[in-house]
């Protein structure tokens, strides 16, 4: 059991040692005692010391770290698993190292700790901060009663490819989105106290461009211009670091033939110098040594060198930093201010989140792992991202149905439908919809399962025809199909978006029966499902759900939760219609209404026939679903847009306002929307841009009058030249249920 006596009494020494312990710090800010004390503690390091705090080793056991954490070469440590390994660990550093310096315990924590919350994307889909917010915090308890007191997380990588299997980590392809889930996301793991032992520090990650990896391929080089960087994939990155994240991670691309951990445009001119971040900046697994297999170092020496130089202030597991340090400073290819630079940022951070005072975990306090209200909140989340695609009246489920046909490799697939990056996710913990399905309808309805494919991929048709029979049988089929969680999440791309195995198969053939076919899709990326959306009466889509995916799909299909999902992403119809967004520029010759696509087109044509226009002539002009879309139970009414004015200047803030009416006859939640386009830029703009959105619940027959306020500063974007500013002009706003409808109301900013 751990001595608490000399803990504190070692540990007050060190916070003594480290503050120089004769300056009277009574009258100053905490910031400005954190300066202090990382000054002071920073004037007492060696260069390998410093260099030591810059390192991050990956756990392998406490025997093979001890010497190098007792001779001050480890900063902080990744994939810890328990509190007395991180006991055992802290242990050794603030009573063995020479100056006490505790460790800092990370993981990837990416959407709950031991209960999974839905994947980020599914997050996202639920178009509610404060309830990602709330999932974040859960994450943080959860895990920090481990000793883990730093996650890799958020990822608010902009992701418009659905090939990208990491679009599964992130909020999707919206910046305003992902913005605010980011900077939610930041809050619920860090609170406003920092040093709360179960604050979290958070990684905003990854820094910058990884979604637009080229032709959807993880790890591809990206090439991003700086105004489309700026305008689209930094605002993200922003509003994270304005939450106060304290960390943020580079990324494994090259934009433009610069890998990020080698960027000094991105790690400093931007992040630093223009935002102000003065948290730390971590590599990603073996970035810096990654900078020699780029090309872009010619090894480890050079490799360091170049990441620390571009801003990179501690180094994940590659140790290039660690061991080449010392001589580049010797060399004077360094500086020592980089260095010290480097290690502040890390000591700020140690300081802030307490660990000096408190180092260590309670390793006896209860657990509060999967606690009554973890689970109640995982439920409302995953309730909020299941997004109904289609319903021909079939849901929710009714009371009249008493033969119930449950098929599909993802209805009783626990580890599946957690998603991807679930280190401590219990598969014996979650909850599947098929064991949701059989306690809630108890013994009132026969509810027969058959899997008839044993996991996503299984292209064995053997047992389809039964199915069908079944079927035959059965008032109603649900379907859970999708993708098992190993289909997405990183290094996990497809070329191919169609639901892969025989499921389309067996969809068809269910499908082709005069039983209702309802499809619940599980999967970590949009999918091409348009067939699946013709043969079924209704689909309801749930990005892996997570712990308690299985009674919110339930309590969905029965109707007691109405879907208020909205897509987060762009569905395509076909692969090839990838990088796929709402928000696209307009273009010259934009599509007309209704072109006459591939097999209308008759034999012999000319060549300008079809009108030279922006549409593909087997896909189309538009997406299968829309960016905003989402069906509930009951059907909603917008009134007329109201503007407070139709003249603006760039200092004022604009009011639009709808009614909105619930015309159906039951309650329901409608994400309401309101997009914006600037009609005329010094550069072209998109066509339209997601600029506030609000969750509204109302009664049948019930009305609301939604509005928003939108300062006119909020028009501003990266112009041409490269400056920040609102270009007066004609704009137009809608106030919509998604991104492809509506009637626009025009004003202009003077
Ligand atoms: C590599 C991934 O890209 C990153 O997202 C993750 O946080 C690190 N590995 C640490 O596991």
Known sequence: MTNYKLVFAITFAALLSSCGGNKNTSSMTKEEIIEYRVDTLLSQMTLEEKLGQMNQLSFSSIEALQ???????????????????????????????????????????????????????????????????????????????????????????????ARWGRMAEGYGEDPYLTSLMGAATVRGYQTADLSDPTAMAACVKHFVGYGAAESGLDYNSTFIPERQLRNVYLPSFKASVDAGALTVMTSFNDNDGVPSTGNTFILKDILRNEWGFNGFVVTDWGSTSGLIVHGFATDAYDAAMKSINAGVDMEMVSGAILANGAKLIDDKRI????????????LRVKFSLGLFENPYTDETSPSVMYTP????AAKKSAIESAILLKNDGVLPLKKSVKRVLVVGPLADAPYEQMGTWVFDGEKEHTITPLAALKEMYGDRVKVTYMSVLDYSRDRNTSKISAAVSAARRADVILAFVGEESFLSGEAHCLADLNLVGAQKEMLRALGKTATPLVTVVMAGRPLTIGDELAESAAVLYSFH??????????ELLMGDASPSGRTPVTFPRMVGQEPIYYARHQVERPANENEVLLYDIPVGSSQTSTGCRSFYLDAGKDALVPFGFGL?????????????????????????????????KVAGTEVVQLYVQDCVGSVTRPMKELKRFRRVTLQPGESQKVSFQLPVSDLAYWTYPMVYKVEPGDFKAWISPNSKVGTPISFVVK
């Open 373 to 376: 209200d973890h689970l109640k």
């Open 545 to 554: 759900p997570g712990t308690m995916g299985g009674p919110a799909l339930a």
């Open 335 to 346: 500086s020592m201010g980089e260095i010290d630079r480097a290690v502040s940022n890390i």
């Open 67 to 161: 010497p190098a954490i007792e001779a001050g070469k480890v900063g902080s440590i990744l994939n810890t698993e328990d509190a007395k390994t991180v006991n055992a660990l802290q242990h050794i550093a603030v009573e063995k190292s020479r100056l006490h310096i505790p460790l800092l315990m990370s993981r990837d924590v990416i959407h709950g700790f031991k209960t999974i919350f839905p994947i980020p994307l599914g997050q996202g889909a639920t178009f509610d901060p404060a309830l990602v917010q709330k999932g974040a915090r859960i994450a943080a308890v959860e895990a920090s009663s481990t000793g883990i007191r730093w996650t890799f997380s958020p990822m608010v990588d902009i992701a418009r490819d």
């Open 632 to 664: 509930t139970y009951t059907t909603f009414k917008y009134g007329e847009v109201h503007i407070s004015s139709s003249e603006v200047g760039v200092k004022d803030t604009l009011t639009l306002s709808t009614t909105l009416t619930n015309t159906g």
